[in-house]
């Protein structure tokens, strides 16, 4: 109790001390200043003794101007280690945004088919990656590096330099990559080796196969295959190589991929025909056409089967199924060799090939033959078709002739002169 209030009572008395070294400040400091000094003036002995002999050291170097420089190199070198211990983590960071800055520049620039912009682009994400781990840095895309890697090679492959896309992507740790990236890497490695001179066909085969047992969906990687069947002639590995295009594209491309289908099969078709095999050019034929109908090489295919077996109606026919200039020309080779004879087989011409140049050599045809009168009814529905021109008028000036009709024929002479020099004659009725 007594202790209590001895206590009380002191730090009573001592309630102004604060206010005193507030108005004695600089004399407080000083007094203790001089305490602190004579109470550690042994140390501070020792200190100094320390430094004299430092600076006695130090001196001679100093005093030489390569000393002087590996100073100032040791300096600078443990400024630049504190300055790396203290901001490594913020650096990292900052180089990490720019390495993802560079690669999404890139990507843009080669969405945009501006091969040699997004190269350069790629390159710095690449050198960046020699100062610092983007795959630790760069967590939202941890393998920015090795897809920088893949695209830099797809660059040099469009700008025709396969030896530097080879390189990169023989750099490219496949092991380390997640599945998807390894697509990736497998669809640019076969990209590339397809454009590669040194590379045998074998070797280059092999490597699209293997990128397709990854990626059995990759259209770009079936139409290299389609290109490369195609080039070798092999027509049966080109319509296997089509028909997973077709099984791949999106609704917007299968009229497209599907048209490309019936024409190799209808390619595959007249190759077989010229080994003889007509039953299987046939049978691809009917493949072509179910898929595109209306296909001129699949008729013409089956057109000449049917002529060369002497059936000249059918041939007929199937130069109907899709007219075109090949067609007629076939047509008016069939007429002038007397292969079709007969009133029945030109109806089947008129009718199965509806054509102005169809009726017009019919016309020709029934003149050689002497039918002046089955000459004028061809003209007459080359007419209905608008296609009267000056030849189908020197047809018909030879038809009134043969009839009899001179000053018609001379008329219509006259005519056929006016539409060589530019008059009207051309498409009216005769």
């Given at each position: 109790?007594?202790f209590g209030?001895?206590?009380t009572?002191l730090?009573?008395?001592?309630r102004?001390?604060?206010?005193l070294?507030?108005r004695f400040?600089?004399?407080?400091?000083l007094?203790?200043?001089?305490v602190?000094l004579?109470?550690?003036?042994p140390?501070?002995g020792a200190?100094?003794?320390?430094?004299?002999?430092?600076?006695?050291?130090?001196?001679?170097v100093l005093?030489s101007?390569?000393?002087r420089?590996?100073l100032g190199?040791?300096a600078l070198?443990l400024?630049g280690?504190?300055?790396y211990r203290?901001?490594?983590?913020?650096?990292?960071?900052l180089l990490?945004?720019?390495?993802?800055?560079?690669y999404?520049?890139?990507?843009?620039h080669l969405?945009a088919g501006?091969?040699r912009?997004a190269?350069?682009h790629?390159?710095r994400?690449?050198?960046?990656?020699?100062?610092?781990?983007?795959?630790?840095?760069?967590?939202?895309?941890?393998?920015?590096?090795a897809?920088?890697?893949?695209?830099l090679?797809l660059?040099?492959r469009?700008?025709?330099?396969?030896?530097r896309?080879?390189?990169?992507?023989?750099?490219?740790?496949v092991?380390d990559?997640a599945?998807a990236m390894?697509r990736?890497?497998?669809?640019?490695?076969?990209l590339?080796y397809?454009?590669?001179r040194?590379l045998?066909?074998?070797?280059?085969?092999?490597?699209?196969?293997?990128?397709?047992e990854g990626?059995p969906?990759?259209?770009?990687?079936?139409r290299?295959k389609?290109?490369?069947?195609?080039g070798?002639?092999?027509?049966p590995a080109a319509?296997a190589?089509q028909?997973?295009?077709?099984r791949?594209?999106p609704a917007?491309?299968?009229?497209?991929e599907?048209?490309?289908?019936?024409?190799?099969?209808?390619r595959?078709a007249l190759?077989l025909r010229?080994?003889?095999?007509?039953?299987e050019a046939?049978a691809?034929?009917?493949?072509?056409?179910?898929?595109?109908?209306?296909?001129?090489?699949?008729s013409?295919?089956?057109?000449?089967?049917?002529a060369d077996r002497?059936?000249?109606?059918l041939a007929?026919?199937?130069?109907g199924?899709a007219p075109?200039?090949?067609?007629?020309?076939?047509i008016?080779?069939?007429?002038?060799?007397g292969?079709?004879?007969?009133g029945?087989?030109?109806s089947?011409?008129?009718?199965?090939?509806?054509?102005?140049?169809v009726?017009?050599?019919l016309?020709?045809?029934y003149?050689?033959?002497g039918?002046?009168r089955?000459?004028?009814?061809c003209?007459?529905?080359l007419a209905e078709?608008?296609a009267f021109d000056?030849?189908?008028a020197h047809l018909?000036?030879e038809?009134?002739?043969r009839?009899?009709?001179?000053?018609?024929?001379e008329r219509?002479?006259?005519?056929?002169?006016?539409?060589?020099l530019?008059?009207d004659?051309?498409g009216?009725?005769?």
């Open positions: 109790m007594k209030r001895l206590l009572g730090l009573w008395r001592l102004r001390v604060p206010a070294f507030g400040r600089v004399w407080a400091v007094i203790l200043f001089v602190l004579g109470a550690l003036s140390f501070v200190l100094s003794g320390l430094l004299n002999t430092v600076l006695r050291l130090v001196a001679p005093e101007r390569v000393g420089t590996v190199v040791g070198f400024v280690l504190w300055l203290r901001f490594r983590v913020k650096g990292r960071a990490g945004a720019y390495a993802l800055d560079q999404l520049a890139g990507m843009m969405s501006r091969c912009r190269a350069r790629f390159e994400v690449l050198r960046t990656n020699r100062l610092v781990d983007l795959e630790r840095t760069v967590e939202v895309y941890p393998e920015i590096a897809d920088a890697r893949i695209r090679a660059c040099h469009e700008q025709g330099d396969i030896e896309a080879m390189e990169h992507l023989e750099l490219v740790k092991k990559l599945p390894r990736d890497h497998a669809e640019a490695k076969a590339v397809s454009l590669s040194e045998m066909d074998e070797t280059v085969d092999r490597e699209i196969d293997r990128a397709l990626d969906d990759n259209r770009r990687l079936w290299l389609r290109e490369r069947a195609e070798v002639g092999d027509l319509i190589a028909r997973a295009l077709l791949a594209a917007h491309r299968k009229s497209a599907r048209s490309r289908l019936a024409l190799l099969h209808a595959n190759r010229r080994l003889e095999q007509d039953e046939l691809e034929v009917a493949r072509a056409r179910s898929l595109d109908p209306g296909l001129p090489l699949a013409l295919v089956a057109g000449d089967i049917a002497g059936d000249a109606r007929v026919r199937e130069y199924q075109s200039r090949a067609g007629l020309d076939r008016r080779a069939l007429l002038a060799a292969r079709i004879e007969g029945g087989t030109a089947c011409v008129a009718e199965s090939f509806p054509r102005a140049g009726f017009l050599a016309a020709e045809h003149l050689r033959k039918k002046p089955r000459a004028r009814n003209l007459a529905k078709l608008g000056r030849h189908a018909l000036a038809v009134l002739r009839e009899g009709d001179a000053a018609g024929a219509m002479e006259w005519r056929a002169m006016r539409g060589f530019g008059g004659g051309e009216a009725a005769p």
